[in-house]
């Protein structure tokens, strides 16, 4: 069965911060996505990344695929307010049938 | 209306009350799912149609039912409901099941609570 882990589960941090989460398996993907869920609605597709090794950035957000496929970073900088929220990595499978979710990484930016 | 609808947005039922949830896409997808979000937990994929017939049905308690009539809606039929299901309720499509890179849209969730 493939998992992914995500850490840390909870962060809290001041305005203008920088910030990694971490998307963990043992298992490799086909490709991971990350989403993004504000209180109250359901999650946001941010970015898909496909290639290991890739890197892609979204405005303050960077995005990278491990080189073996297995994890995935996210990288704030000087995070904002509007960055709270719930951060959830995803896996396709190799066999591009399955898509699996982390538990998410809780952000909370404080003013 | 563009996007996933999802109706209603919050719901309290008895134990013993039938309802049923409904989600809506208006983006030519193909493939719809239903998701639980439990505090604390991953995201659980329920089931999964695509091109109207169920695909996938993770070893979902019967007293939760699903329905997609045709590819824009779906819907999830309750009855005898438990506490402990409790939970968001989503829906997503996709425009081919599993590997989009296009990712899942997602709706606004039902938020169901059992009493």
């Known amino acids: 069965t493939q998992l992914l882990e995500q850490s840390p589960q909870f962060l809290s941090i001041q305005e203008g911060e920088n910030l990694t989460v971490y998307c963990n398996s043992s298992s490799v993907f086909s490709s991971l996505q990350w989403y993004r869920q504000e209180p109250g609605e359901g999650p946001v597709l941010l970015v898909t990344?496909?290639?290991?090794?890739e890197v892609k950035k979204l405005k303050r957000l960077t995005f990278q695929f491990g080189d073996a496929r297995k994890d995935s970073s996210l990288h704030i900088t000087a995070a904002q307010p509007g960055d709270t929220g719930l951060y959830l990595c995803a896996g396709v499978g190799t066999s591009y049938d399955k898509v699996i979710f982390g538990p998410g990484t809780s952000l909370s930016v404080i003013p | 209306e563009t996007g996933v609808t999802q109706t209603p947005r919050h719901l309290v039922m008895g134990m013993t009350n039938k309802k049923s949830l409904k989600c809506e896409q208006h983006l030519g997808h193909n493939a719809m799912y239903w998701y639980k979000q439990s505090a604390k937990k991953p995201l659980e994929l329920m089931f999964v149609y695509n091109f109207k017939e169920q695909t996938e049905n993770n070893s979902v308690p019967s007293r939760f039912s699903p329905e997609c009539p045709n590819s824009s809606h779906l819907f999830l039929h309750l009855h005898t409901l438990q506490p402990e299901d409790s939970a968001l309720y989503l829906c997503?499509?996709?425009?081919?099941?599993?590997?989009?890179?296009?990712?899942?849209?997602f709706g606004s969730g039902t938020r169901l609570t059992v009493v």
């Open positions: 990344v496909v290639t290991g090794g």
């Open positions: 997503a499509s996709s425009q081919l099941q599993g590997a989009d890179l296009n990712g899942y849209t």
